[in-house]
């Protein structure tokens, strides 16, 4: 291609550019994913639908919880994000910060009405909504465990020595199961000595992993039958081809709750608004359901009976979801994690 050419053929494309409605018009969203699996399914069930309804270029930062919490907070005077996602509990803290736009049920008009309310409770403290939920519960070895668990007191079965997998603290996994145990054995989360007791007694017997990808290796690999841990990796390891399934233990399911938030200080609030309510609605949550196993929190949706019996599903079944105080386990946090150091000798 000659100079003259290739001139005016840029000429022509930036002419058709500024000429484009659709071009001049086309908003950004900057938000962030998981990446892996889950980022795959989010543009599926998301991100790639919003872009085409909207006329929106979204871009898709990869960066986890407590990475993104560190961002915003490093980025309040110059916010760069629209949109965030966290999994850990962090909303509760970015929103006491300042660090995320307030929200109301009028910001979700299509979809806010379908959630159930513990979705939605955050809102009065300036967070958004839950957009699914890993439940944390049991897995087990099928060919194993026999008969099926129970109880959250059955990791400390002395039948499961030098088969349990437990997770750090580090994880909210981890943090999460071990709250439930301790409210299995009457602990609060003022009193957490119940449980602490109860892991010392079989810690030196555990294998303690702090990767959610480890609980593969050890049950693939490492002759693992027990672990406290979120119901989608159940269905990640028989994907795998291990004989594995999820049981809710009798005393509930701890949720670990994934939310949708909006950033205070950007530009784009209705758009930023707009999408949270999208990444609501029931098509998205099926394929959540279906793609990874996440609960769903839209109450409209309708599960095939596999699916369904993979999840948290229906009235009756969230009802036994355990959903721990967000604010309290933020001030506890950390005196938490230097116990579970000290104790495993870290």
Known sequence: MNMLSRRTLLGSTAAFALASPAVAQQKTLVINSFGGAYETTHRKAVIDAFERQNNVKINVVTVYSADALAQLRAQKSAPQFDVIHFSGGQEAVAAKEGLLEKMSPADLPTNGKSLYPFATAGLERGEGPVMQVAAMGLIYQTEKVKPTP???????????????????????????????????????????????????????????????????????QNDAWLAPYAQDYAYALRKAGVPAKFVPPQEGVAGSLITINAV????????????IDFSLRAEAQEMWAKDLRYSPVNKDLKLDPETAGDVIYGEEAVKKLVVFDPIKIGEKRQGWVNQWNRMIGK
């Open 150 to 220: 129970t109880s959250w007191k059955d990791v400390l079965d002395a039948k499961f020595k030098g088969h349990i997998v437990l997770t750090d603290f580090s994880n909210s996994y981890g943090l999460l199961s071990a709250l439930m145990l301790n409210q299995a054995l009457g602990g609060t989360l003022d009193n957490v000595d119940p449980g602490f007791k109860a892991l010392q007694s079989v810690i030196k017997d555990a294998t303690v992993i702090s990767r959610s990808p480890d609980i593969q290796l050890n049950f693939a």
């Open 264 to 275: 205070a200080g950007r530009p784009n609030r209705d758009l930023a608004m707009k999408f």
